[in-house]
C-alpha cells in the first residue's frame, strides 16, 4: 500500500470468500481497478483479503457472476472506530464530563479561614474580599495573587497591622494581627530613666518613678531623669521607673536635589495576554498581537491547575504589559530648595521615628554646583530622649 494512513482514514474490510470461481472473482475485481491486497490462499476454493471500504459495496455484484460466496470478517479504520465510539458514547461523555466537574471543583474557592480578628474586624474582612472576588464558588484563575489580597485588606482595614494570606488546595487561610491587640505586660526590672542625649527639658509624662529634673533644666548623656529609688532615709523601695521625658535636641542634615529630574511614569495604557503554560511549551488564548508599546512594564500572574488534591504541570498564566515613559520635570531654584527641605526633614524622621517633632529649621548654608542644589539645615527636634539604666542592687545600700 502506498498510502496505508490514507487507507485507514477511509476505513478497510478484510473479506473471505469461497466458491469454484474464485480465480475469475480476482481477476475481475482487478480488471475494474479495485484495489486489494495481504491475499492469503486457505485451500483450494477459498481465500482472504484486504480492501477500501468504499469498494466493498460492489463485491456482491462480483460474487454472483464469479458464483462464489463472501463474508465480512474484520473490519478497522475511522468510520469503524467513530461508530464504535458512538455507540459507548454515553459512558464516554459521562466520563469526560465526570473528569471536568473534579477538575472544575478542585479549582474552585471552598473555604475562607480567619483566625486572629475579633467579629467585627472579621465582618469587614469578609465584605473586602467579597468586593475583591474572594468567596465561595469562585474559580481561583479568577482572583488576585495571594500578596494582592494582603495588600488590599492591609491597606483597606485600619483594624489590621498585619495580615498573613495562604491558599491551601481550595481554602483560604488567613491570620490576622491587630492594631489594638492587647499588649502582654512586660515585667521590668528596677531601673533610673537616664538621659540618652543632651538636650533642653520642655516637658515630661511620669508613670512610675519620681522626676529629678524640671523644665529647661539642660541635661547631657547618662545625666539622671527619673529615679527608680522611692522613699526616705529609713525605707527606700526600687520601682521600674517609667514614662516620657521630652527635649529639644539639635541636628543637622545634609541634603541634595538635583533642578532637573527624570522619572518613569505609566501612562495608563495596558494589554493583557492570557496563556496556559506547559512544561515545555505556552499555549496562548487571549491577547494575540503585538504589545504596541515602546516602553513598558511586565506583570505576571501564573496560577497553577490542580486535580483533587494533585498540582498538575499545567498552568493559566495572565500577563499584564503597562506602557511607561519617561518624565523629565524642571525645578527652579526656588522648588528646588523646598523639594531638598523636604527631603531633609524625611530623613529625619526616618532616622528619628515618625513621633519626632520638628519645632524649627533654619537654613545655614546653601549652593548650586553641578546641576542640584545643596543645603545644610539645622533643626530643632523636640523628643523623648529617656531610656531606662537598671538599678544594681550595691547602688540602693
Known sequence: ?????????????????????????INMLTRDGISVWNVKSHGTHALTFEMKLEDAKKLRTYARKSECKI????????????????????FLIGAIGFILVIFVLSNMVWGIEIKGANPATEYKMMKQLKEIGVKKGKLQFFIDTPEGIQRHLTNSIEEITWVGVELKGTTYHLQVVEKNEPEKPEYVSPQNLVAKKKGTIVGMFVEEGLPVVKINDFVKPGDLLVSGEMGNDVKVETVAA????????????????????????????????????????????????????????????????????WEL????????????????KVYDHKEAIEEAKKLARNKIKNDLGENVEIKGENVLHQAVDNGKVTLSIHFQIIENIAEGQPIIQGDTE
Open 1 to 25: 500500500m502506498k498510502n496505508q494512513w490514507l487507507e485507514f482514514y477511509k476505513g478497510i474490510v478484510k473479506v473471505r470468500t469461497s466458491g469454484r470461481g474464485i480465480e475469475r472473482f
Open 71 to 90: 463474508e465480512f470478517i474484520k473490519r478497522k479504520g475511522l468510520p469503524f472506530m467513530q461508530k464504535r465510539m458512538l455507540k459507548n458514547s454515553g
Open 242 to 309: 517609667k514614662g516620657e521625658v521630652f527635649a529639644e535636641t539639635w541636628y543637622k542634615s545634609d541634603v541634595s536635589y538635583p533642578l532637573k529630574k527624570t522619572s518613569q511614569v505609566y501612562t495608563g495604557n495596558e494589554k493583557i495576554k492570557h496563556s496556559l503554560n506547559f512544561d515545555l511549551f505556552r499555549l496562548p488564548i487571549w491577547g494575540f498581537g503585538k504589545i504596541g508599546f515602546e516602553q513598558y512594564e511586565v506583570e505576571e500572574n501564573e496560577k497553577k491547575f490542580k486535580f483533587l488534591k
Open 313 to 328: 504541570p499545567i498552568s493559566y498564566v495572565e500577563k499584564t504589559y503597562r506602557e511607561s515613559e519617561q518624565m523629565t
